[in-house]
Structure formats: structure tokens, C-alpha cells
T-cell receptor
Framework: KQEVTQIPAALSVPEGENLVLNCSFTDSAIYNLQWFRQDPGKGLTSLLL?????REQTSGRLNASLDKSSGRSTLYIAASQPGDSATYLC????????????FGTGTRLQVTL | DTGVSQNPRHKITKRGQNVTFRCDPI?????LYWYRQTLGQGPEFLTY????????KSRLLSDRFSAERPKGSFSTLEIQRTEQGDSAMYLC????????????FGEGSRLTVL
């Protein structure tokens, strides 16, 4: 059964800093891995999806990496802004499936002025 | 493309009442998923459909819960005889079953059981 862990649980940084969020998963035979953003009381917004054949994926100031052999993924946010404040969730497919996702509990990010 | 739509966004009900949530997926997506999320936790899988077929149900989905996707388009999630422990955000997502298989979520339906 897939298990996903995210560290740290919460993070506060001043505006402009670069930061890294960490995600680890137990079953490395994954089809892909997704990172999501969630604002309070809202649904999930897909940020990046990395296919198993890829090592990283970039979108604007966001870069996600995937190391299947070690069961780790990182989300790098460059030049953080107050608007980046949200909870960031990592999700990996369950063992033997390509779509049913297991989520971590998220990293709550606050970017201060 | 209007994204995944969920209704109602908020529902407050008394214990013992039945509630129903509706999800309209992205039109070209053939897979539809229901997740539940409680405060401070990540979403937990409940069930998913490919077209109109319900392919998997979580053990979290007790017999008070039922989900349907009758024509392979929208889906409903019904909770009968609600309990206070059912209070949560119910999230719907959709995807295509080929290529990237990226999941897209709706805004969720928040249930409060008094």
C-alpha cells in the first residue's frame, strides 16, 4: 500500500526566498507523481505532473523533481511571493494503479512580506 | 473547458438526514473520482468510475454511502443517515485514462453534520 510523507508540515519564509518542499513515497513503481496547491477551504489545483520516465518538470517559478529509486520528489519554488502562501500536497498512485492517488498531509507554506 | 464543477458547495444538515452531492467532470474525461478530506489531512480516496462503471470502492465507503455515474457523465454521491463523523470536504476529480492521466479537482462540497 502506497504511503506518502511530506516534510516539513509547515514552513514560513520571507518574500523572495527560494524554498524546497519534500515528498517521499514507499512504492517506487509509480506511473507518475502530482503536486497540488490548496488554498484554505478550496479544492486542489494541479501544479505539476511528472511522468515516471521524467526526472523533472518545470512551470514558471516551480520545478518538481522525481527520484523513483530513492522514493523522493521535491518541489522547488523560486523567488517566493505572498501569493504562494497555501498548502502544497504531493500525491503518488497506489500500488498497481495508474490513477488512484495517495496523498501526503501537505506542507503549509506562508510567505511573509 | 469549464473545469470540474461540484454542487452544492456547502451543506449543513442534521444527523440522520440524507444528503446528495453532484459532480460534473471535464467533458472529455472518462474517469471520475471521489475523495474525502478532513481538516489538516490529505484527501482520501473513496471511489472511482471509468465511464459509467464503478471500478473500485475504498473500505472508507460504508454501506451508507453510494455513488453513481449513470450515463458516464455527471456523478452523484449520496450519504444516508448522516453522522457527525461524515463532516468533511468531499472532492471530485476527473481524468483521461490514457497519456498523462493528470487528475483535475473541483472546488469541493463541504458537509457539516450537526
Amino acid at each position: 500500500k502506497q504511503e506518502v510523507t511530506q516534510i516539513p508540515a509547515a514552513l514560513s519564509v520571507p518574500e523572495g526566498e527560494n524554498l524546497v518542499l519534500n515528498c517521499s513515497f514507499t512504492d517506487s513503481a509509480i506511473y507518475n507523481l502530482q503536486w497540488f496547491r490548496q488554498d484554505p477551504g478550496k479544492g486542489l489545483t494541479s501544479l505539476l505532473l511528472i511522468q515516471s520516465s521524467q526526472r523533472e518538470q518545470t512551470s514558471g517559478r516551480l520545478n518538481a523533481s522525481l527520484d523513483k529509486s530513492s522514493g523522493r520528489s521535491t518541489l522547488y519554488i523560486a523567488a517566493s511571493q505572498p501569493g504562494d502562501s497555501a498548502t502544497y500536497l504531493c500525491a503518488a498512485p497506489d500500488t498497481g494503479t495508474a490513477s488512484k492517488l495517495t496523498f501526503g498531509t501537505g506542507t503549509r507554506l506562508q510567505v511573509t512580506l | 473547458d469549464t473545469g470540474v464543477s461540484q454542487n452544492p458547495r456547502h451543506k449543513i444538515t442534521k444527523r440522520g438526514q440524507n444528503v446528495t452531492f453532484r459532480c460534473d467532470p471535464i467533458s472529455e474525461h472518462n474517469r471520475l473520482y471521489w475523495y474525502r478530506q478532513t481538516l489538516g489531512q490529505g484527501p482520501e480516496f473513496l471511489t472511482y468510475f471509468q465511464n459509467e462503471a464503478q471500478l473500485e470502492k475504498s473500505r472508507l465507503l460504508s454501506d451508507r454511502f453510494s455513488a453513481e455515474r449513470p450515463k458516464g457523465s455527471f456523478s452523484t454521491l449520496e450519504i444516508q443517515r448522516t453522522e457527525q463523523g461524515d463532516s468533511a470536504m468531499y472532492l471530485c476529480a476527473s481524468s483521461w485514462d490514457r497519456a498523462r492521466r493528470e487528475l483535475f479537482f473541483g472546488e469541493g462540497s463541504r458537509l457539516t453534520v450537526l
